[in-house]
């Protein structure tokens, strides 16, 4: 049986089971239902009524310009500053000493706090710094951080300026920092000596280092100082952030910049292996994103407490630690470790210190604290929690049933969101005081948002069906391109339907016309919640040596959601393949890669399964992983091959990571 049918199954069972929100969250929600008749209605309008929540230099002239489809402008003729609506106004308006962020480190005593008109203090000095290295608007700034608050800082003082950050994941190699800082041409990196992970430091200048070997343009490294470990050093190059910048002024004037400016680019998996540059700009971004945050967690700032487990590496970080919540004034927590270090219930004595109300995580967390036990979080008072989300996955009904009752005490609401690094803001989700929760369900677009799900033949599917997930009217947050191909764009995105966006995932409406999303439907993997290309694992594997052809694929993992599985052929002068060669090239990848994309199992394989025109067929190597029955191999150049293939399944696999 296939994870989809298997998922079907096992809604179908619980689709009869809802959980109607709180009497006392209903009477005082930010959002009521009237907003999705609103939206529909007049859906430019409710979107104008949603941007005046913030602070513009010079108000638009048309709120959306689709002309040129499908490149999108948002507000046009609008100016604003996304640092100034995240930090200035709220110090203006009398809320600067409201806490910003209380960050914890993975060691036990690592706390900082800093309020908002401290953070706007560092970020100006950040910001004069980075005008100091001669950083001005429209330049690309890469950061490579870890979870400390100089990456807010960093993301922000690049916003204040006008420059374009691209944020590089801390557990990415030396390579993926050389294919974003060459694309983007950035001359100025910010990293740090290195993290702490697991209760160790591990070292983040040396990746950057030797990335540097690749990227001469680079001027300027600017490294923050975490863990005080020895690292290499270029007196030409090398800067410590503490020498930059603490010695700035707080003082800095920002500057007003056009809707459309240019924020960020965020590099994402493609299924050509080559990673995506997702442009985002500021104005319809800076609007979805604190709207959404507001709506879908019914943001109380005075009151709230918020905590998105997120890293900032990743667009979840970006959109809903750093502008979202701070554009809507919120006190959140940024934590920098992992939630077993030093305990398991590391996590829950976060909650139950700084007393959070808001918990954003994702399903495969979620799945591994379930497997801990239910006694973990019951050595916490979590009762401060009222509402709970999911993110980066579509979250299987036993882990939203768990979530509610041993996290959220019974009372909780469960926003279940999907959303992409492309689309850059929350697209679908329960609203907690409106929605009658399912679990496993995601529910309905948001207000505002025009979404399908269809046929092959682009026709919609009535409900009980399952299909195509596609958006149909452009949104506010949406991508503005691919950094330097607009062809790939087009192609990637807006070909498969015609004037539609195709997000690549598929859904299935039930019989009450609410969604359930059923993961990716192209070869893009989802592991731990982070989109992997398998074509980039299996050029990965192929640049080893030892290796002469690579298949891989992904299969239905309890811990991860999907986990990825390698299929090899090894040279002739390699050998047979034992456990020493399995071992390497799962490191090899690690390296290429990160470790994120260490596959959990390889197979050293004879041959791979292809049809007479040499295409490899994935899906039956797909049946073999998930030990399922293999489906039809009559195109098959040789069946047999498959037979080999899953004789020796058993091999290959690691369960260390």
Known sequence: MSESSEQNQSNESREERRFEPPDDLAADANV???AYDRAAGDRLGFWAEQAERLSWGKRWDTVLDWDDAPFAKWFVGGTLNAAYNCLDR?????????????????????????????????????????????????????IYLPMVPEAVISMLACARIGAVHTVVFGGFSADAIVTRVTELDARVVITADGQYRRGDPSGLKPAVDKAMESCPNVRTVLVVKRTGQDVEWDDDRDQWWH????????????????????????????STGKPKGILHTTGGYL???????????????????????????????????????????????????TPDTPDKD???????????????????????????????????????????????????????????????GNKAPIVDTWWQTETGAMMISPLPGVTAGKPGSAMNPLPGISGQVLDDEGKEVPDGSSGLLVLTEPWPAMLRGLWGDEERFRETYWSRFEGKYFAGDGAKKDDDGDWWLLGRVDDVMNVSGHRMSTTEIESALVSNAKVAEAAVVGASDEATGQAIVAFVILREEAGDGGEEIVQELRDHVANQIGKIARPRQIMVVPELPKTRSGKIMRRLLRDVAENREMGDATTLTDSSVMDQIKGGMSDGRSDDD
């Open 243 to 270: 020498d930059a910048v603490d010695g700035q002024s707080t003082e800095h004037e920002p500057q007003q910049f056009d809707s459309e400016h240019p924020l960020y680019v965020m590099y994402t998996s493609g």
């Open 287 to 337: 609007t979805q994103v604190a709207w959404t945050h507001w709506a879908v967690f019914d943001l109380k700032p005075e009151t709230d407490v918020f905590w998105c487990t997120a890293d900032i590496g990743w667009v979840t970080g970006h959109s809903y630690i750093v502008y979202g919540p701070l554009a809507n004034g919120a006190t959140q927590v940024m934590y920098e470790g």
């Open 346 to 408: 590391r996590w829950w004595r976060i909650v139950e210190e700084f007393g959070v109300t808001l918990f954003y995580t994702a399903p495969t967390a979620i799945r591994a604290c379930m497997k801990w036990g239910d006694s973990i979080p019951q050595r916490c008072d979590l009762s401060s929690l009222r509402i709970l989300g999911s993110v980066g996955e579509p979250i299987n009904p036993e882990a939203y049933i768990w979530y509610r009752e041993h996290i959220g």
């Open 90 to 142: 709220h110090v203006e308006e009398g809320r600067g000493d409201r806490v910003a962020l209380h960050w914890v480190g993975e060691p036990a005593d690592d706390r900082r706090t800093l309020t908002y008109a401290e953070l706007t203090d560092e970020v100006c000095k950040a910001a004069n710094a980075l005008t100091a290295l001669g950083v001005e608007a429209g330049d690309p700034v890469a």
């Open 32 to 34: 009521t239902a009237e």
